[in-house]
């Protein structure tokens, strides 16, 4: 039987002051970003060092205590809530670059710092790290739950820029997988069965990552047009014709009224793309000139372009204050964000389909998408006081997540299982979702890392 009582107790010992049972601590780590219940650990450690993480475990280990990674609590499907209670281990004091390689491109990072510190640090370098999830997500976090986004299209997502990783097992072993070289045939590929656990299987303590040189010229470019499948279409082509773009969002009209009342724009309320182009002078005008010949055949108009940093800027933050943008919509409303990924030639279906489908119930729901790579995000707001709404919302998530397995798809394309989307694993993975859970068990056999989540441990 877990002992959380005696694991707290030989905690306090170990960690003294960096163990808190606070009850506005515990609240803040038993939050999340959407509609899940509130759920407090019993504790929270925050260690200074991979060993302390090892000692964390191993007592925990000890006393059958669930242990949780903790970075900043901006993932959607609860993937860091404790709901077996137990301690939670936040990141917040493990946040160093401890080397950055200009000449090999890399640079190796405790879990806690956030993607926006870690540039920073690497301005003066000439490089930069390129996966951005929207939020200012921990690497560590990001690496848990192989985090995407806006740039995955041109860069490629978590699990294509972590080289290697340091990681704290169940029983407090530390191991090291991948390595510094660009490329490797050693063995099983450890580092990619940990990017995506999501802390079921141990945890992240350094992450070598791919870095990348910040493009000598990049412009940003604003399309409208007048339906879903114009814009859509207008993605595919390019897609098809191998431009070299960094960003290709799709924003639909709900979603551009929002950001224009949270983000103070005055954009036209109707369908757009918002893109980015990275390269040299040269590459970035033909890019982007190739591309305001592609839309403008598709039916789009007014392109736009942005050259001066501060435009950019307020574009994407715009963009990725899209959450609180809608939800500002409708005060009091609670939301369930959720994102599914299908073939970029059945992108257009896939979106028209789950817009029919929400309006047939007489709902809307804004839609936004990284449509460059078939992935698009939906919100549907409802109010938490009344079950029929709670209970519409869940069944036009279960329809979109099955319409993106019949075309081919995945029921996540970035925001990752945790506890929202497990029922649906068996029916993208099969028979292969009981080797996940062989492999939990091997793993943890305690069943103590992050209990709950993704697979279902017996």
Known sequence: MPNNVQAITELKSLLGDRLSTAQSVLNLHGENETYFDITPPDAVAFP????????????????????????????????????RGGVTIDMLNMKEVINVAHEDLYAIVQPGITREELNIELRATGLFFPVDPGANATIGGMSATSASGTTTIKYGKMSDNVMALEVVLADGRIIRTGSRAKKTSAGYDLTHLFVGSEGTLGIITEITLKLHGQPEAISAAVCEFPDTASAVNSVIMAVQMGLPIARMEYVDPMSIKALNAYSSLTMVETHHLFMEFHGTEAAVAETANRMKDITTNMGGGGFQYATKAEDRTKLWHARHNAYYAMKAQKPGTDGISTDVCVPISKLARAMDDTIADVESHGWQAPIVGHVGDGNYHVLFLFDRTNADDLALAKSLTSRMNMRALELGGTVTGEHGIGIGKMKYLQAEHGEAVNIMADMKRTLDPTGIMNPGKIVHQN
């Open 48 to 83: 200074n060092d991979t060993a302390e993480v090892s000692e964390i475990v191993k007592i925990c280990n000890t006393h059958g205590c669930p242990v949780v990674p903790w970075g900043v609590g901006t993932s959607l499907e609860g993937h860091a809530l404790p709901i």
